[in-house]
Protein backbone atom coordinates (compact mmCIF):
# COMPACT_ATOMS: atom_id res chain seq x y z
CA UNK A 1 0.00 0.00 0.00
CA UNK A 2 1.23 3.34 -1.05
CA UNK A 3 0.55 6.58 0.51
CA UNK A 4 0.40 10.13 -0.81
CA UNK A 5 4.04 10.92 -0.70
CA UNK A 6 5.06 7.52 -2.38
CA UNK A 7 5.62 5.42 0.73
CA UNK A 8 4.60 2.02 1.42
CA UNK A 9 2.69 2.32 4.40
CA UNK A 10 4.06 -0.65 6.08
CA UNK A 11 7.15 1.28 7.11
CA UNK A 12 7.56 2.41 10.26
CA UNK A 13 8.35 5.07 12.31
CA UNK A 14 11.42 3.29 13.64
CA UNK A 15 12.90 3.34 10.35
CA UNK A 16 12.57 6.98 10.16
CA UNK A 17 12.24 8.63 13.57
CA UNK A 18 16.21 10.43 14.31
CA UNK A 19 17.99 7.57 15.80
CA UNK A 20 19.22 8.94 18.55
CA UNK A 21 15.79 8.57 19.61
CA UNK A 22 15.34 5.05 19.16
CA UNK A 23 15.31 2.75 22.57
CA UNK A 24 17.88 0.40 22.71
CA UNK A 25 16.11 -1.31 25.27
CA UNK A 26 12.88 -2.11 23.30
CA UNK A 27 14.47 -2.87 19.70
CA UNK A 28 16.92 -5.37 21.18
CA UNK A 29 13.99 -6.98 23.41
CA UNK A 30 11.89 -7.68 19.74
CA UNK A 31 15.25 -9.09 18.03
CA UNK A 32 15.30 -13.33 18.32
CA UNK A 33 18.28 -14.66 20.03
CA UNK A 34 21.17 -15.23 16.88
CA UNK A 35 18.60 -13.93 13.89
CA UNK A 36 16.11 -17.14 14.34
CA UNK A 37 12.98 -16.20 15.89
CA UNK A 38 9.55 -18.27 15.86
CA UNK A 39 8.21 -17.59 12.77
CA UNK A 40 11.44 -18.69 10.93
CA UNK A 41 11.25 -21.90 13.29
CA UNK A 42 7.32 -22.43 11.87
CA UNK A 43 7.99 -21.05 8.36
CA UNK A 44 10.85 -23.22 7.94
CA UNK A 45 8.71 -26.55 9.12
CA UNK A 46 6.23 -25.53 6.87
CA UNK A 47 8.91 -26.51 3.73
CA UNK A 48 9.77 -29.54 6.06
CA UNK A 49 6.44 -30.66 6.06
CA UNK A 50 5.41 -30.17 2.62
CA UNK A 51 8.93 -31.73 0.90
CA UNK A 52 10.68 -30.25 -1.84
CA UNK A 53 8.36 -30.33 -5.13
CA UNK A 54 8.47 -27.51 -7.50
CA UNK A 55 4.85 -27.10 -6.48
CA UNK A 56 5.57 -26.50 -2.78
CA UNK A 57 8.54 -24.18 -3.16
CA UNK A 58 6.69 -21.91 -5.57
CA UNK A 59 4.30 -22.05 -3.28
CA UNK A 60 6.67 -20.55 -0.47
CA UNK A 61 8.70 -18.10 -2.59
CA UNK A 62 5.41 -16.57 -4.48
CA UNK A 63 4.40 -15.74 -0.93
CA UNK A 64 7.98 -14.08 0.12
CA UNK A 65 7.99 -12.22 -3.24
CA UNK A 66 4.47 -11.24 -2.73
CA UNK A 67 5.32 -9.83 0.90
CA UNK A 68 8.43 -8.25 -0.14
CA UNK A 69 6.95 -6.22 -3.18
CA UNK A 70 4.14 -4.79 -0.38
CA UNK A 71 6.77 -3.96 1.92
CA UNK A 72 8.46 -1.47 -0.77
CA UNK A 73 5.07 -0.80 -2.29
CA UNK A 74 6.39 -2.40 -6.03
CA UNK A 75 4.03 -3.65 -8.19
CA UNK A 76 6.79 -7.08 -8.52
CA UNK A 77 9.55 -9.17 -6.74
CA UNK A 78 11.30 -11.42 -8.43
CA UNK A 79 13.65 -13.60 -5.85
CA UNK A 80 17.19 -14.94 -6.39
CA UNK A 81 19.87 -16.49 -5.04
CA UNK A 82 22.09 -13.62 -4.53
CA UNK A 83 21.96 -9.82 -4.70
CA UNK A 84 25.17 -10.52 -7.79
CA UNK A 85 22.62 -12.51 -9.77
CA UNK A 86 19.75 -10.12 -9.26
CA UNK A 87 21.76 -7.22 -11.14
CA UNK A 88 22.93 -9.21 -14.05
CA UNK A 89 19.25 -10.74 -14.91
CA UNK A 90 18.58 -6.47 -14.79
CA UNK A 91 21.22 -6.19 -17.31
CA UNK A 92 20.67 -8.79 -19.46
CA UNK A 93 16.39 -7.78 -19.35
CA UNK A 94 17.57 -4.64 -20.26
CA UNK A 95 19.03 -6.24 -23.36
CA UNK A 96 23.06 -4.61 -22.07
CA UNK A 97 25.31 -6.43 -24.15
CA UNK A 98 28.02 -6.77 -26.00
CA UNK A 99 29.29 -3.29 -27.32
CA UNK A 100 26.94 -1.32 -24.61
CA UNK A 101 28.93 0.47 -21.43
CA UNK A 102 27.46 0.51 -18.10
CA UNK A 103 28.25 3.39 -15.15
CA UNK A 104 29.13 1.96 -12.23
CA UNK A 105 30.70 3.57 -9.04
CA UNK A 106 34.53 2.29 -8.10
CA UNK A 107 33.66 2.67 -4.31
CA UNK A 108 31.49 -0.27 -3.89
CA UNK A 109 31.28 -4.05 -3.65
CA UNK A 110 32.99 -5.55 -6.92
CA UNK A 111 29.38 -7.42 -7.60
CA UNK A 112 28.14 -4.12 -8.82
CA UNK A 113 31.03 -3.82 -11.86
CA UNK A 114 31.56 -7.68 -12.08
CA UNK A 115 28.08 -8.24 -13.64
CA UNK A 116 28.49 -5.41 -16.28
CA UNK A 117 31.80 -7.92 -17.81
CA UNK A 118 29.47 -10.97 -16.82
CA UNK A 119 26.82 -9.28 -19.44
CA UNK A 120 29.45 -8.94 -22.00
CA UNK A 121 29.36 -5.01 -21.42
CA UNK A 122 32.38 -2.67 -20.22
CA UNK A 123 31.80 -0.94 -16.86
CA UNK A 124 32.77 2.68 -16.40
CA UNK A 125 34.22 3.78 -13.46
CA UNK A 126 32.87 7.16 -12.10
CA UNK A 127 33.68 8.83 -8.95
CA UNK A 128 32.06 9.31 -5.60
CA UNK A 129 31.54 12.38 -3.28
CA UNK A 130 34.07 12.31 -0.37
CA UNK A 131 31.07 13.25 2.19
CA UNK A 132 28.21 10.50 0.92
CA UNK A 133 30.75 8.09 -0.46
CA UNK A 134 27.49 7.79 -3.19
CA UNK A 135 27.92 8.26 -7.02
CA UNK A 136 29.33 12.18 -7.89
CA UNK A 137 26.59 13.03 -11.11
CA UNK A 138 28.95 15.55 -12.02
CA UNK A 139 31.66 12.84 -12.59
CA UNK A 140 28.13 10.38 -13.96
CA UNK A 141 27.89 12.88 -16.39
CA UNK A 142 31.69 13.04 -17.80
CA UNK A 143 31.05 9.82 -18.38
CA UNK A 144 28.19 9.18 -20.42
CA UNK A 145 28.83 8.74 -24.13
CA UNK A 146 26.87 7.17 -27.29
CA UNK A 147 27.34 3.63 -25.90
CA UNK A 148 25.81 4.14 -22.28
CA UNK A 149 22.88 1.91 -21.51
CA UNK A 150 22.85 1.85 -18.00
CA UNK A 151 23.52 3.20 -14.49
CA UNK A 152 23.76 1.05 -11.40
CA UNK A 153 24.07 3.80 -8.40
CA UNK A 154 24.75 1.92 -5.58
CA UNK A 155 22.96 3.39 -1.73
CA UNK A 156 26.74 2.55 0.06
CA UNK A 157 26.68 1.65 3.48
CA UNK A 158 22.26 2.40 4.04
CA UNK A 159 22.90 5.91 2.66
CA UNK A 160 20.99 6.72 -0.89
CA UNK A 161 22.90 7.74 -3.87
CA UNK A 162 21.68 11.03 -4.92
CA UNK A 163 18.98 9.56 -7.43
CA UNK A 164 17.29 13.03 -8.70
CA UNK A 165 20.25 14.39 -10.45
CA UNK A 166 21.60 10.84 -12.09
CA UNK A 167 17.59 10.22 -13.42
CA UNK A 168 17.90 13.72 -14.76
CA UNK A 169 20.85 12.93 -16.56
CA UNK A 170 19.77 8.95 -17.82
CA UNK A 171 16.39 10.47 -19.21
CA UNK A 172 17.13 12.00 -22.29
CA UNK A 173 19.22 8.93 -23.37
CA UNK A 174 16.63 6.68 -22.19
CA UNK A 175 19.45 5.02 -20.13
CA UNK A 176 18.22 2.26 -17.71
CA UNK A 177 18.49 2.81 -13.94
CA UNK A 178 19.57 -0.10 -12.18
CA UNK A 179 19.24 0.42 -8.21
CA UNK A 180 21.83 -1.73 -6.21
CA UNK A 181 20.63 -1.49 -3.16
CA UNK A 182 22.33 -4.76 -1.52
CA UNK A 183 23.06 -2.54 1.59
CA UNK A 184 20.34 -0.40 1.88
CA UNK A 185 17.41 -1.50 3.07
CA UNK A 186 14.24 0.85 3.85
CA UNK A 187 16.22 4.19 3.86
CA UNK A 188 14.33 6.92 2.44
CA UNK A 189 15.12 10.08 -0.32
CA UNK A 190 12.98 12.78 -0.08
CA UNK A 191 10.00 10.68 1.18
CA UNK A 192 10.84 8.21 -0.71
CA UNK A 193 11.92 4.93 -0.60
CA UNK A 194 15.39 3.43 -1.58
CA UNK A 195 14.26 0.57 -3.83
CA UNK A 196 11.59 2.76 -5.72
CA UNK A 197 13.82 5.32 -7.63
CA UNK A 198 15.00 3.04 -10.34
CA UNK A 199 13.63 0.83 -13.30
CA UNK A 200 14.51 -1.76 -10.99
CA UNK A 201 16.30 -2.10 -7.75
CA UNK A 202 18.52 -5.26 -6.37
CA UNK A 203 19.14 -6.22 -2.84
CA UNK A 204 21.49 -8.81 -1.26
CA UNK A 205 20.18 -11.07 1.22
CA UNK A 206 23.70 -12.36 1.72
CA UNK A 207 24.21 -13.29 5.77
CA UNK A 208 25.85 -9.67 6.68
CA UNK A 209 22.76 -7.43 5.30
CA UNK A 210 19.86 -6.26 7.22
CA UNK A 211 17.76 -9.34 6.59
CA UNK A 212 19.26 -12.63 4.94
CA UNK A 213 17.30 -15.72 3.66
CA UNK A 214 19.50 -17.96 5.35
CA UNK A 215 22.58 -16.73 4.64
CA UNK A 216 22.61 -15.98 0.71
CA UNK A 217 19.70 -15.06 -1.82
CA UNK A 218 18.34 -12.02 -3.57
CA UNK A 219 15.28 -10.05 -4.89
CA UNK A 220 14.57 -7.43 -7.52
CA UNK A 221 11.67 -4.78 -7.14
CA UNK A 222 10.15 -3.14 -10.04
CA UNK A 223 7.28 -1.76 -11.23
CA UNK A 224 7.36 -2.47 -14.77
CA UNK A 225 5.30 -6.05 -15.71
CA UNK A 226 7.64 -6.67 -18.62
CA UNK A 227 10.78 -6.29 -17.54
CA UNK A 228 9.86 -8.39 -14.39
CA UNK A 229 8.89 -10.77 -16.56
CA UNK A 230 11.96 -10.68 -18.55
CA UNK A 231 14.23 -10.44 -15.42
CA UNK A 232 12.41 -13.75 -14.39
CA UNK A 233 13.56 -15.25 -17.06
CA UNK A 234 16.81 -14.34 -16.87
CA UNK A 235 17.22 -16.20 -13.73
CA UNK A 236 15.81 -19.38 -15.03
CA UNK A 237 17.35 -20.08 -17.96
CA UNK A 238 14.96 -18.20 -19.61
CA UNK A 239 11.83 -20.54 -19.47
CA UNK A 240 9.00 -19.51 -21.91
CA UNK A 241 6.00 -20.08 -19.38
CA UNK A 242 7.94 -18.00 -16.68
CA UNK A 243 6.32 -14.80 -15.53
CA UNK A 244 6.47 -11.80 -13.36
CA UNK A 245 3.31 -12.94 -10.98
CA UNK A 246 4.42 -13.95 -6.85
CA UNK A 247 5.93 -17.23 -7.00
CA UNK A 248 5.16 -17.81 -11.16
CA UNK A 249 8.65 -19.77 -11.31
CA UNK A 250 6.75 -22.88 -12.81
CA UNK A 251 5.35 -24.90 -15.85
CA UNK A 252 2.53 -25.97 -15.90
CA UNK A 253 2.28 -30.15 -16.18
CA UNK A 254 0.59 -30.80 -19.20
CA UNK A 255 2.89 -27.88 -21.15
CA UNK A 256 6.34 -29.46 -19.81
CA UNK A 257 5.52 -33.19 -20.26
CA UNK A 258 4.65 -32.46 -24.16
CA UNK A 259 7.75 -33.71 -26.71
CA UNK A 260 7.21 -30.69 -28.65
CA UNK A 261 7.54 -28.12 -25.96
CA UNK A 262 9.90 -25.46 -27.03
CA UNK A 263 10.84 -24.29 -23.54
CA UNK A 264 13.45 -21.45 -23.74
CA UNK A 265 12.45 -18.24 -25.09
CA UNK A 266 15.22 -16.05 -23.92
CA UNK A 267 18.85 -16.96 -22.76
CA UNK A 268 18.79 -17.04 -18.57
CA UNK A 269 20.98 -18.34 -15.76
CA UNK A 270 19.80 -20.22 -13.20
CA UNK A 271 19.65 -17.83 -9.81
CA UNK A 272 16.49 -19.36 -8.38
CA UNK A 273 15.61 -19.30 -5.01
CA UNK A 274 15.21 -22.20 -2.70
CA UNK A 275 11.89 -22.92 -0.77
CA UNK A 276 13.86 -22.99 3.00
CA UNK A 277 15.73 -19.72 1.52
CA UNK A 278 12.25 -18.10 0.87
CA UNK A 279 10.99 -19.50 4.34
CA UNK A 280 13.28 -17.51 6.25
CA UNK A 281 13.29 -14.67 4.02
CA UNK A 282 9.72 -14.28 4.67
CA UNK A 283 10.71 -14.41 8.39
CA UNK A 284 12.89 -11.69 8.60
CA UNK A 285 10.99 -9.45 6.25
CA UNK A 286 8.44 -9.58 9.17
CA UNK A 287 10.59 -7.75 11.20
CA UNK A 288 12.85 -5.88 8.90
CA UNK A 289 11.54 -2.89 10.50
CA UNK A 290 13.13 -3.86 13.70
CA UNK A 291 16.22 -5.09 12.29
CA UNK A 292 16.80 -1.57 10.11
CA UNK A 293 15.86 0.37 13.95
CA UNK A 294 18.44 -1.44 15.51
CA UNK A 295 21.26 -0.76 13.22
CA UNK A 296 20.01 3.08 13.52
CA UNK A 297 20.36 3.27 17.03
CA UNK A 298 23.61 1.20 16.94
CA UNK A 299 24.92 4.29 14.92
CA UNK A 300 23.29 6.13 17.29
CA UNK A 301 25.46 5.30 19.90
CA UNK A 302 28.79 5.28 18.25
CA UNK A 303 27.54 8.80 17.44
CA UNK A 304 27.19 10.14 20.95
CA UNK A 305 30.36 8.66 21.49
CA UNK A 306 32.68 11.04 19.31
CA UNK A 307 29.73 13.60 20.38
CA UNK A 308 30.73 13.13 23.97
CA UNK A 309 34.35 12.73 23.74
CA UNK A 310 34.49 16.05 21.53
CA UNK A 311 36.64 13.90 19.33
CA UNK A 312 37.80 15.94 15.74
CA UNK A 313 39.59 13.33 13.94
CA UNK A 314 37.01 10.81 13.45
CA UNK A 315 34.19 12.23 11.10
CA UNK A 316 30.45 10.82 11.40
CA UNK A 317 28.86 9.94 8.76
CA UNK A 318 26.95 12.55 7.12
CA UNK A 319 23.06 12.36 5.97
CA UNK A 320 22.01 14.92 3.42
CA UNK A 321 19.06 16.96 4.06
CA UNK A 322 15.93 14.77 2.86
CA UNK A 323 17.56 11.52 3.43
CA UNK A 324 17.52 9.16 6.38
CA UNK A 325 19.98 6.41 6.60
CA UNK A 326 19.67 2.74 7.00
CA UNK A 327 23.31 2.41 8.21
CA UNK A 328 24.45 -1.40 7.05
CA UNK A 329 27.85 0.04 8.97
CA UNK A 330 28.61 3.21 10.81
CA UNK A 331 31.40 4.84 8.74
CA UNK A 332 33.62 7.40 9.63
CA UNK A 333 36.65 9.40 8.10
CA UNK A 334 39.91 9.38 9.74
CA UNK A 335 41.22 12.41 9.53
CA UNK A 336 44.94 11.02 9.78
CA UNK A 337 46.92 13.90 9.41
CA UNK A 338 45.06 15.49 12.71
CA UNK A 339 45.46 11.99 15.05
CA UNK A 340 48.83 11.50 13.93
CA UNK A 341 48.42 7.69 13.00
CA UNK A 342 47.61 5.97 10.27
CA UNK A 343 44.66 3.75 9.26
CA UNK A 344 46.11 0.52 10.10
CA UNK A 345 47.50 2.10 13.60
CA UNK A 346 43.98 3.58 14.52
CA UNK A 347 42.58 -0.04 13.98
CA UNK A 348 44.91 -2.02 15.69
CA UNK A 349 44.66 0.49 19.07
CA UNK A 350 40.65 0.21 18.53
CA UNK A 351 41.08 -4.07 18.57
CA UNK A 352 43.68 -3.73 21.86
CA UNK A 353 40.83 -1.59 23.36
CA UNK A 354 38.15 -4.42 23.05
CA UNK A 355 36.92 -3.47 19.50
CA UNK A 356 35.72 -6.20 17.29
CA UNK A 357 37.75 -5.24 14.02
CA UNK A 358 36.68 -2.76 11.70
CA UNK A 359 36.82 -2.96 8.14
CA UNK A 360 38.59 -0.42 5.35
CA UNK A 361 36.86 0.16 1.97
CA UNK A 362 36.88 -2.03 -0.41
CA UNK A 363 39.94 -1.53 -3.05
CA UNK A 364 38.26 0.13 -5.57
CA UNK A 365 37.30 -1.77 -8.07
CA UNK A 366 39.10 -0.14 -11.25
CA UNK A 367 42.21 -1.07 -9.14
CA UNK A 368 41.43 -4.87 -8.53
CA UNK A 369 44.18 -6.85 -10.16
CA UNK A 370 41.37 -8.81 -11.93
CA UNK A 371 40.30 -5.61 -13.85
CA UNK A 372 43.75 -3.68 -13.82
CA UNK A 373 44.96 -6.60 -15.68
CA UNK A 374 41.18 -6.72 -17.85
CA UNK A 375 42.11 -10.65 -17.07
CA UNK A 376 38.56 -11.55 -17.01
CA UNK A 377 38.69 -14.86 -19.77
CA UNK A 378 41.94 -15.26 -19.45
CA UNK A 379 44.08 -12.77 -21.76
CA UNK A 380 43.11 -9.07 -21.82
CA UNK A 381 42.50 -9.30 -25.93
CA UNK A 382 39.46 -11.31 -24.87
CA UNK A 383 37.75 -8.91 -22.51
CA UNK A 384 34.95 -6.90 -23.75
CA UNK A 385 36.78 -3.39 -23.78
CA UNK A 386 38.56 -5.35 -27.00
CA UNK A 387 35.43 -6.97 -28.25
CA UNK A 388 34.97 -5.68 -32.06
CA UNK A 389 31.91 -4.57 -31.23
CA UNK A 390 32.81 -2.27 -28.58
CA UNK A 391 33.50 0.86 -30.19
CA UNK A 392 33.69 2.96 -27.05
CA UNK A 393 37.15 4.15 -25.57
CA UNK A 394 37.98 2.88 -22.42
CA UNK A 395 40.34 0.44 -22.88
CA UNK A 396 42.12 0.08 -19.28
CA UNK A 397 41.27 0.82 -15.86
CA UNK A 398 43.59 1.96 -13.31
CA UNK A 399 44.89 4.92 -10.78
CA UNK A 400 43.75 8.14 -11.79
CA UNK A 401 40.12 7.35 -13.06
CA UNK A 402 38.23 8.02 -10.29
CA UNK A 403 40.45 10.62 -8.19
CA UNK A 404 38.20 11.21 -5.07
CA UNK A 405 37.58 7.51 -4.36
CA UNK A 406 41.61 7.02 -4.55
CA UNK A 407 41.86 9.46 -1.74
CA UNK A 408 39.37 9.03 0.53
CA UNK A 409 40.03 4.63 0.17
CA UNK A 410 42.70 4.55 3.05
CA UNK A 411 40.82 6.73 5.66
CA UNK A 412 37.08 5.00 5.82
CA UNK A 413 36.36 2.85 8.89
CA UNK A 414 33.46 0.75 8.94
CA UNK A 415 32.40 0.13 12.29
CA UNK A 416 30.09 -3.06 12.39
CA UNK A 417 26.43 -2.66 13.35
CA UNK A 418 25.31 -5.75 13.01
CA UNK A 419 25.46 -6.49 16.38
CA UNK A 420 22.70 -8.32 18.11
CA UNK A 421 22.60 -8.36 21.67
CA UNK A 422 22.65 -4.86 24.26
CA UNK A 423 26.00 -6.29 25.63
CA UNK A 424 27.50 -6.11 22.60
CA UNK A 425 26.71 -2.91 21.27
CA UNK A 426 27.91 -1.14 24.57
CA UNK A 427 30.98 -3.24 24.42
CA UNK A 428 31.75 -1.93 20.95
CA UNK A 429 30.95 1.72 22.23
CA UNK A 430 33.14 1.79 24.93
CA UNK A 431 36.14 0.21 22.69
CA UNK A 432 35.60 3.25 20.57
CA UNK A 433 35.22 5.22 23.76
CA UNK A 434 38.50 3.44 25.51
CA UNK A 435 40.33 4.19 22.03
CA UNK A 436 39.56 8.30 21.87
CA UNK A 437 40.67 8.26 25.21
CA UNK A 438 43.98 6.42 24.33
CA UNK A 439 44.96 9.23 21.89
CA UNK A 440 43.85 12.38 23.75
C1 LIG B 1 27.06 -3.06 -2.73
C2 LIG B 1 26.88 -4.54 -2.94
N1 LIG B 1 26.45 -4.96 -4.13
C3 LIG B 1 26.25 -6.28 -4.38
C4 LIG B 1 26.49 -7.22 -3.43
C5 LIG B 1 26.35 -8.66 -3.80
O1 LIG B 1 25.40 -9.35 -3.05
P1 LIG B 1 25.52 -10.92 -2.84
O2 LIG B 1 26.62 -11.18 -1.91
O3 LIG B 1 24.17 -11.27 -2.27
O4 LIG B 1 25.73 -11.53 -4.18
C6 LIG B 1 26.91 -6.83 -2.17
C7 LIG B 1 27.11 -7.85 -1.13
O5 LIG B 1 27.91 -8.13 -0.44
C8 LIG B 1 27.14 -5.46 -1.91
O6 LIG B 1 27.58 -5.03 -0.73
Known sequence: MIDSTGMSSHISPLVTMPPDQLDLGEIFGRLPPRRCGEADRRYMNEVLDDGFGNRESAHMVGRFEAAFAEKFGARFAISHNSGTGTMLSCLLAAGVGPGDEVIVPAATMASTAMVVVQAGAVPVFADSDPRTFNLDPADVARKITEHTRAIIPVSLFGLSADFDPILALARPYDLTIIEDDAQCFLATYHGRLVGTLGRAASFSLQGSKHMT??????????????????????????????DAKPGATMIPRDVRQDYAFERHDRFGYNFRMSAPQAALGLAQLERLDTLVAARRAIAAQYERVIREEKCEWLIPPHVPEGCTHAYWCYTCTLDTERLGVDWRTFRKTFVAHGGDGLYGLWVPVHLEPVFRTLSFFGSPERSPNFDPRYKGQVKSYGPGNCPQVEAFRSRLCLFKTGMQTLAKVEAQAEALRATIHYYA
Not at 221 to 241: C, F, Q, V
Open 213 to 242: SGGSGGMVITDDEAYARNIRKASILGYSTL
